[in-house]
């Protein structure tokens, strides 16, 4: 349950897109097994032999039009979303704008595939051609459903490419309004599948011989799994993993901006993000002035009902989620953190709201590296905050994690922004902002954050193969 006067979705363990019922509120999702994943790949392929011969052109119109049905639609699909995960309106729409850029981006991008001309000895030439994959699995997380399902399959159907995707169990309805609004734009039957379930739904379209490539958001020990047997076939393999994101404070930046960027970097989507930046360290000359600041802001933070405009922060996405996070608090205060704010479960005034699951944003002080919510991924509004030193000293603590999904730095030294994120080992770094990420920036992670990218012009050799041809214009010069 996302907050307790919306849908209720009761999980029966794997689902599938055509048996959805909605009685007195609440939906069932049948199973979806081998049967159902083999009928959705194969409407892809169908599909994929149409879809790949149409000029770039041709495929941008119909791209286009989706995005224009999204604007349309965008309020129906953001209160969805909010039913879907919980979010809070305000963020659910510019999610959907997001997906709609995205959407729109890559339909330009369709127009400008191309190869290139080489010239060879003797009047021969060789060029190449960029070629579609096939068949591509996406396979979506739960806090970002609807804009995740974009992010995944502009740039494969770009590329001429098909796709069957699979949500979050946890989140399954927007995916499904996505393949909805593509079948309205006049795309081909079968060209956006979705399938519903969850590890073995995952497994069986992984091991599909008919696919011919996965693209993961989720966790590291998942998305671990979904290399091993993408390698069984030796499919190409894009994953968008976890983080442990640090955001560097220096004493000569703006307070002001430094606080806003830190509450941007822990609090969206009830904290739920994978590149949020929750190891926030701060010069210590500049702590007090900013824990003072950072407490104030984080305390006004409007939490309740998401489909008010006046929210800024609505449930988290499951029971279990909740408790796991709030186990994190109490871990913390057992190694000695100080909670200076939040940290408990929150109950809404408003009765039908009572059973959410909610709880208030946290500041965590007194935070040293080796403490658990300074290690671990945490997933949930928890900010750690820690204090440094020196450049030198933040930028070895800021890099001794396996992750490096993102980072951030905050100062007024031009010269010093670029240096420290030269060092910073993390794929997508912000200076004097954070957690923004526009459709044209490629967005992914260094180490065991991820491989590949999402977004801007790079990603569309992810989703495509080069295939190199020799044309010999004179006689064969042999050997025998």
Same mark, same amino acid.
């Given at each position: 349950?996302?907050?307790?006067?919306?849908?209720?979705?009761?999980?029966?363990?794997?689902?599938?897109?055509?048996?959805?019922?909605?009685?007195?509120?609440?939906?069932?999702?049948?199973?979806?097994?081998?049967?159902?994943?083999?009928?959705?790949?194969?409407?892809?392929?169908?599909?994929?032999?149409?879809?790949?011969?149409?000029?770039?052109?041709?495929?941008?119109?119909?791209?286009?039009?989706?995005?224009?049905? /999204?604007?349309?639609?965008?309020?129906?699909?953001?209160?969805?979303?909010?039913?879907?995960?919980?979010?809070?309106?305000?963020?659910?729409?510019?999610?959907?704008?997001?997906?709609?850029?995205?959407?729109?981006?890559?339909?330009?991008?369709?127009?400008?595939?191309?190869?290139?001309?080489?010239?060879?000895?003797?009047?021969?030439?060789?060029?190449?051609?960029?070629?579609?994959?096939?068949?591509?699995?996406?396979?979506?997380?739960?806090?970002?459903?609807?804009?995740?399902?974009?992010?995944?399959?502009?740039?494969?159907?770009?590329?001429?490419?098909?796709?069957?995707?699979?949500?979050?169990?946890?989140?399954?309805?927007?995916?499904?309004?996505?393949?909805?609004?593509?079948?309205?734009?006049?795309?081909?039957?079968?060209?956006?599948? +979705?399938?519903?379930?969850?590890?073995?739904?995952?497994?069986?379209?992984?091991?599909?011989?008919?696919?011919?490539?996965?693209?993961?958001?989720?966790? +590291?020990?998942?998305?671990?799994?979904?290399?091993?047997?993408?390698?069984?076939?030796?499919?190409?393999?894009?994953?968008?993993?976890?983080?442990?994101?640090?955001?560097?404070?220096?004493?000569?930046?703006?307070?002001?901006?430094?606080?806003?960027?830190?509450?941007?970097?822990?609090?969206?989507?009830?904290?739920?993000?994978?590149?949020?930046?929750?190891?926030?360290?701060?010069?210590?000359? /500049?702590?007090?002035?900013?824990?003072?600041?950072?407490?104030?802001?984080?305390?006004?933070?409007?939490?309740?009902?998401?489909?008010?405009?006046?929210?800024?922060?609505?449930?988290?996405?499951?029971?279990?989620?909740?408790?796991?996070?709030?186990?994190?608090?109490?871990?913390?205060?057992?190694?000695?953190?100080?909670?200076?704010?939040?940290?408990?479960?929150?109950?809404?005034?408003?009765?039908?709201?009572?059973?959410?699951?909610?709880?208030?944003?946290?500041?965590?002080?007194?935070?040293?590296?080796?403490?658990?919510?300074?290690?671990?991924?945490?997933?949930?509004?928890?900010?750690?905050?820690?204090?440094?030193?020196?450049?030198?000293?933040?930028?070895?603590?800021?890099?001794?994690?396996?992750?490096?999904?993102?980072?951030?730095?905050?100062?007024?030294?031009?010269?010093?922004?670029?240096?420290?994120?030269?060092?910073?080992?993390?794929?997508?770094?912000?200076?004097?902002?954070?957690?923004?990420?526009?459709?044209?920036?490629?967005?992914?992670?260094?180490?065991?954050?991820?491989?590949?990218?999402?977004?801007?012009?790079?990603?569309?050799?992810?989703?495509?193969?080069?295939?190199?041809?020799?044309?010999?214009?004179?006689?064969?010069?042999?050997?025998?």
């Amino acid at each position: 349950v996302n907050f307790a006067h919306m849908l209720f979705f009761r999980h029966t363990g794997l689902y599938m897109l055509t048996h959805i019922y909605c009685v007195n509120e609440v939906t069932l999702l049948e199973p979806c097994g081998a049967v159902e994943v083999n009928q959705a790949v194969e409407a892809a392929k169908s599909a994929f032999g149409h879809w790949s011969k149409l000029s770039g052109m041709e495929r941008a119109r119909i791209m286009i039009e989706a995005a224009h049905i /999204i604007e349309s639609r965008r309020e129906e699909i953001a209160e969805m979303e909010v039913v879907n995960n919980g979010k809070s309106i305000t963020e659910a729409r510019l999610d959907v704008d997001s997906a709609r850029l995205c959407i729109e981006y890559y339909a330009g991008m369709a127009c400008t595939l191309a190869g290139q001309h080489v010239q060879l000895p003797g009047g021969s030439f060789a060029y190449t051609r960029r070629e579609p994959l096939g068949v591509c699995v996406g396979i979506g997380a739960w806090n970002y459903p609807f804009q995740i399902a974009a992010w995944k399959s502009a740039p494969a159907l770009a590329c001429g490419n098909s796709m069957v995707f699979k949500p979050s169990p946890v989140t399954p309805v927007t995916a499904v309004l996505l393949a909805e609004l593509y079948t309205q734009a006049g795309a081909p039957e079968g060209l956006f599948n +979705v399938v519903q379930g969850s590890q073995e739904t995952g497994s069986l379209l992984c091991h599909h011989p008919d696919v011919a490539k996965v693209s993961f958001t989720g966790s +590291v020990p998942t998305g671990k799994k979904i290399m091993e047997m993408a390698s069984k076939g030796v499919k190409p393999v894009t994953l968008e993993l976890g983080g442990k994101s640090p955001l560097l404070i220096f004493k000569d930046c703006d307070v002001e901006n430094a606080v806003k960027g830190a509450l941007m970097a822990n609090f969206l989507s009830q904290g739920q993000v994978c590149s949020n930046a929750t190891r926030v360290f701060v010069q210590r000359d /500049i702590l007090p002035e900013f824990m003072e600041e950072v407490v104030r802001r984080t305390q006004a933070i409007e939490i309740g009902d998401p489909l008010l405009e006046s929210t800024r922060m609505g449930a988290l996405v499951s029971q279990p989620h909740l408790e796991r996070v709030l186990s994190f608090v109490d871990q913390a205060k057992k190694e000695g953190a100080t909670v200076l704010c939040g940290g408990e479960p929150f109950i809404p005034s408003d009765p039908k709201l009572r059973g959410g699951y909610y709880m208030t944003p946290c500041v965590l002080g007194n935070c040293t590296d080796e403490m658990t919510c300074v290690k671990e991924e945490i997933f949930g509004p928890v900010m750690s905050v820690l204090s440094f030193e020196s450049e030198e000293e933040v930028l070895r603590r800021a890099n001794d994690t396996s992750l490096g999904l993102a980072a951030g730095v905050f100062t007024s030294d031009v010269r010093r922004a670029h240096r420290v994120v030269e060092h910073l080992k993390a794929g997508s770094c912000f200076i004097n902002n954070y957690n923004i990420t526009p459709v044209e920036v490629p967005f992914g992670g260094f180490k065991m954050s991820g491989i590949g990218r999402e977004n801007g012009q790079v990603t569309i050799e992810y989703y495509s193969q080069l295939k190199t041809v020799f044309v010999e214009m004179g006689d064969v010069d042999s050997l025998f």
